[in-house]
């Protein structure tokens, strides 16, 4: 079963490369600035994606600042500012629109339907729920991986 979820993920992650690589440059320019990533929504998801920009797993890639809010999007205006990167995992309605009128760069990890508040909407275009959640994993390791490979190219 987990061979078919992942084939099928792989799959329906091929028409969204594009998406994907456009976040993950907007994303480098951020941290260049000197901003942070701040992650939110599926909160096991949210602290999956802050661990892996701050302990990266591969020897001599640089640790970036990122936060977990977990399921608590109201802490953006708390601690977000201009210049850093909301990603928000299945994000509910209004829950990037704070984020973006701090100045924020908003990416939304999504399923089946784009995030209209999202700068970078990345949506898992599956209706089975764990091909999406495959869907959604992926997308966050080759946007950290794309993180650095934009961070490297600028340096």
């Known amino acids: ?15 969204d490369a594009g998406a994907v690589i456009e976040a993950a440059a907007a994303m480098s320019e951020r941290f260049r600035g000197g901003g942070r990533l701040l992650a939110f929504g599926g ?5 999956h994606v802050a661990v892996e920009f701050t302990h990266p797993v591969i020897v001599g890639k640089r640790a970036l600042p990122a936060f977990c809010l977990g399921g608590e999007p ?3 205006p708390v601690l977000g500012r201009a210049g850093d990167i909301a990603v928000g995992i ?3 309605a209004g829950d990037l629109v704070v ?3 701090l100045g924020m ?4 990890l999504t399923a089946n339907e784009a995030c209209a508040e999202a700068d970078h909407p990345l949506v898992a275009r ?3 729920p764990l091909v999406a959640r495959e869907i959604h994993i992926t997308m966050y390791h080759l946007l950290w991986e794309l993180v650095h490979v934009f ?5």
Request: zero cysteines; aromatic letters at 0%.
């Open 105 to 108: 760069l908003t990416v939304a």
């Open 151 to 155: 961070q490297e190219a600028g340096s």
């Open 1 to 15: 079963m987990l061979d078919r979820v992942r084939e099928a993920a792989g799959t329906a992650l091929v028409d």
């Open 74 to 76: 109201a802490l953006l």
């Open 99 to 101: 984020a973006r009128g």
């Open 126 to 128: 599956s209706d089975d």
């Open 90 to 92: 299945r994000p509910a």
């Open 43 to 47: 909160a096991a998801d949210a602290a």
